[in-house]
Every structure is written in C-alpha cells, then in structure tokens.
C-alpha cells in the first residue's frame, strides 16, 4: 500500500491543490478508495510539478 504523501501542512490554493503536498482536494478526499497504480500516478505528478 502507498503510504499518503501529507505533510501536515494542509492549504488550499486558489485551484484546490495542497500547498503541503501537491494533491487536488479530489486526489485527497479519494486517496483511500485510489489502487496502488492510480497513487503511483498522483504521486509521480506531484513530483513533477
């Protein structure tokens, strides 16, 4: 299991992505119910940007 990528430093921009770690407030509220591969995805990405 891919353990979340929080940080404890929830904010939200202006477009609703974590100023902590990166994730949509989607990606965050359906990161539990997400299979390892769709986590691997949001977490690559989030390591791109």
Same mark, same amino acid.
């Given at each position: *299991?891919? /353990? %979340?990528?929080? #940080?404890? $430093?929830?904010?939200? +921009?202006? /477009? &609703? #992505?974590?100023?902590?770690?990166? $994730?949509? *407030?989607? &990606?965050?509220?359906?990161?539990? %119910?997400? %299979?390892?591969? &769709? $986590?691997?995805?949001?977490? +690559? $990405? #989030?390591?791109?940007?």
């Amino acid at each position: *299991m891919t /353990e %979340s990528p929080c #940080v404890g $430093r929830c904010a939200l +921009d202006e /477009e &609703e #992505v974590c100023l902590g770690c990166g $994730r949509t *407030m989607a &990606e965050i509220q359906g990161w539990a %119910s997400l %299979s390892t591969a &769709e $986590r691997r995805a949001v977490l +690559d $990405r #989030v390591a791109n940007n």
